[in-house]
């Protein structure tokens, strides 16, 4: 079998090649932190039209082009916490509007929250940091925690709920970058392509041929939740000729692709499996030994979901006899960090979308990407 998974807060990314030979494969995403990368970047231009898809956007996503909302210098006045660096773009646009506090460059993190806890009123949030309970207690100005990020997992949402606190995320932007890994994972690990590459650059290609590998196209592809990025990577897979199925809450009729009721039924039924659903209580371990046993020794697991989503004891205990430090010595190992939408165009309209976010709660108009 061949797993790729995100563990822990999705900050690992691990694709494993279960083989009858009993040889595993891995490819972890490791807590590497992405903005660096994109700080001394050039603005690009996007594939993708988003204004059609939030026509209410009034300007910018990642046009780099951005203008504050001069008619309404009052928004200058109003605190937005930061936990964490995620984008110097978005730190940048922030700063041109609101009183961005950086909760990273003080040293005395409670104090500066006590200090500062009347004029905070919203909160940006990523993959890493959320807003928990703990911390909305604290704020008791907070309005709206608008997540750089699609998955809404790091915030508390009943407590938000219960104060009446606003939620945005950054849905769409991201899925066509999250699709396209996926399948580059996919082919990575079937068509060994790092191993493949490593073999090159020892110059062990001079003494023979490299081995024979897995051809994708064709393969059945199972789908854990058929939503945005579920879709998006069904429509890529399509074109690599593969019959696809999906399981998800409820069946989605209107859709040509086959249904299982059952995770384990999904995972018995295909060659990939590829996670795709939100991380939620429901969701946690949604894969487990059963699945993992159900996909079997040919079988080939992509995770572009959070790492819990995956029982990583069970995931550790299939992969007798290496423990995880040990596969970055490993030939069959591909290692990543934390990229699923790690591309200069996406993580600026990211950033616009949580800019627009803001910006419509405190002019008192609809969000943009609501989840509460
Ligand atoms: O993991 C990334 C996201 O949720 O956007």
């Known amino acids: 079998m061949a797993l790729t998974t995100t563990i822990g807060f999705g900050c690992k990314l691990i694709s494993i090649c279960l083989h009858p030979t009993r040889r595993r494969h891995f490819t972890p995403f490791l807590p590497f932190h992405w903005s660096s990368s994109l700080n ?40 937005v916490l930061m936990p964490a660096p995620m984008s110097s773009y978005l730190e940048q646009e922030l700063e041109k509007r609101f009183n961005l506090l950086k909760l990273w460059t003080v040293p005395q993190k409670s104090q500066f929250l006590k200090d500062n ?72 690990v079937l068509r060994r392509l790092c191993e493949s590459d490593r073999y090159v650059r020892s110059g062990q290609w001079k003494m023979g041929d490299y081995k024979l590998t897995t051809k994708f196209t064709g393969k059945t592809v199972g789908i854990i939740g058929l939503g945005r990025i579920g879709k998006a990577v069904a429509k890529r897979a ?71 989503h995956v029982d990583e004891a069970e995931l550790v205990s299939a992969l007798e006899p290496e423990v995880p430090e040990q596969l970055f010595g490993l030939e069959n190992v591909v ?8 591309t200069v165009e996406t993580r600026n309209v990211m950033a616009d979308l949580v800019v627009e976010n803001l910006e419509a709660h405190f002019l008192k108009k609809p969000l943009l990407t609501p989840v509460i």
């Open 238 to 308: 399509e074109a690599f000729s593969c019959p696809i199925a999906y399981y998800s809450r409820t069946a989605k009729p209107e859709l040509k692709y086959k249904y299982y009721p059952s995770v384990v039924e999904l995972a018995s039924n295909c060659d990939v499996l590829v996670v795709a659903c939100p991380l939620t209580e429901e969701t946690r371990h949604i894969v487990n030994r059963e699945v993992i046993d159900a996909l079997g020794p040919k079988g080939v697991l992509i995770n572009i979901g959070r790492g819990p």
């Open 117 to 188: 806890s009347g004029s905070i009123r919203a909160f940006v949030g990523n993959a890493r940091n959320g807003a928990d309970a703990e911390l909305i207690e604290k704020l008791p100005k907070l309005e709206i925690v608008a997540c750089f990020s699609v998955g809404v997992d790091k915030v508390d949402l009943n407590k938000c709920r219960e104060k009446g606190i606003r939620v945005t995320n950054t849905p769409d932007v991201l899925t066509d970058d999250v699709a396209d890994l996926a399948i580059g994972l996919t082919l990575a």
């Open 335 to 342: 290692l990543l960090p934390h990229v699923g939408s790690g």
């Open 40 to 79: 001394t970047a050039q603005p690009q231009t996007t594939g993708h039209n988003y204004q059609s898809t939030y026509p209410n956007l009034s300007h910018r996503f990642g046009s780099h082009q951005s203008k504050p909302s001069t008619e309404n210098p009052t928004m200058e006045s109003i605190g």
